[in-house]
C-alpha cells in the first residue's frame, strides 16, 4: 500500500487558478471514485475539500473543484485568495476497508 | 456541531505502548451511519492512516501497522480509542482522530491533534 504521489509544491498568486495533482494505481485511484482532498492549515483541524472525486462538502468554495482521469486525480482550486495557502493531501479508497493518502502539496499565494 | 478531541501522554518511551482516546460531542459514536478513524503526521511527512472502527467493534488496519495496533469504542463515554505497541521514533507524530462516512472512504470531521512523541 504505496503512498500516492503528489508534487511537495505549487504556487499562483491571488486570483489565479492552481491544479495539484495526485496519483495512485488502478488498486487505488484508478478503481475507485472514492478521492477525497483535504486543507491542513498549521494548528487547526484538517478540513475535508472535496469528496468522491467532485462533490464539495457545504460550506466549501465552488473555487474548489476535483476531477480525475485514468490513476491521477486532480484538485482544481480558482481565484486563489490568501486564506488558500495550506498544505493540500489526497486519499483514496484502496478496497478491503483501507485508505492510502497522498504525500502532501504545500500550497503558496504569492 | 460535531468536535473531536484527542487526549493521551504527550511522551511514551520506545518499546511501550502508546495509548490515546477520542471523545466526540455533537454526535453519537452510536451512530449507524458512521465509522470512526486515527491518521498520524511524522514531523515533517504525509498523512497516514492507521485504522477505521465501527461502532460494533468491526475494525480495519492499515496492513502496515496491524501487528501493532488495536483499537475500540466505548460507547457509553462517547469515545474509541487507540492502542499502538512496541514503538519507536519512528511513530513519533501528530495522531489525529475523525470521523468517516458510512463508506469509509473519507474523513469528514477531524480533530485538532495531539503531538506524540517516543523519547527514552
Known amino acids: 500500500q504505496s503512498a500516492l504521489t503528489q508534487p511537495p509544491s505549487a504556487s499562483g498568486s491571488p486570483g489565479q487558478s492552481v491544479t495539484i495533482s495526485c496519483t495512485g494505481t488502478s488498486s487505488d485511484v484508478g478503481g475507485y471514485d472514492y478521492v477525497s482532498w483535504y486543507q491542513l492549515h498549521p494548528g487547526k483541524a484538517p478540513k475535508l475539500v472535496i469528496y468522491e472525486v467532485t462533490k464539495r462538502p457545504s460550506g466549501v468554495p465552488d473555487r474548489f473543484s476535483g476531477s480525475k482521469s485514468g490513476n491521477t486525480a486532480s484538485l482544481n482550486v480558482s481565484g486563489l485568495q490568501a486564506e488558500d495557502e495550506a498544505d493540500y493531501y489526497c486519499s483514496s479508497y484502496a478496497g478491503g476497508n483501507n485508505l492510502v493518502f497522498g504525500g502532501g502539496t504545500k500550497l503558496t499565494v504569492l | 456541531q460535531l468536535y473531536l478531541q484527542e487526549s493521551g501522554p504527550g511522551l511514551v518511551k520506545p518499546s511501550e505502548t502508546l495509548s490515546l482516546k477520542c471523545t466526540v460531542s455533537g454526535d453519537s459514536i452510536s451512530s449507524s451511519s458512521y465509522f470512526w478513524g486515527w491518521i498520524r503526521q511524522p514531523p515533517g511527512k504525509g498523512l497516514g492512516w492507521i485504522g477505521s472502527i465501527y461502532y460494533t467493534g468491526s475494525t480495519s488496519y492499515n496492513p502496515s501497522l496491524k501487528s501493532r495496533v488495536s483499537m475500540s469504542v466505548d460507547t457509553s463515554r462517547n469515545q474509541f480509542s487507540l492502542k499502538l505497541s512496541s514503538v519507536t521514533a519512528a511513530d513519533t507524530a501528530v495522531y489525529y482522530c475523525?470521523?468517516?462516512?458510512?463508506?469509509?472512504?473519507?474523513?469528514?470531521?477531524w480533530g485538532q491533534g495531539t503531538l506524540v512523541t517516543v523519547s527514552p
Open positions: 475523525a470521523r468517516l462516512n458510512i463508506a469509509a472512504t473519507n474523513f469528514d470531521y
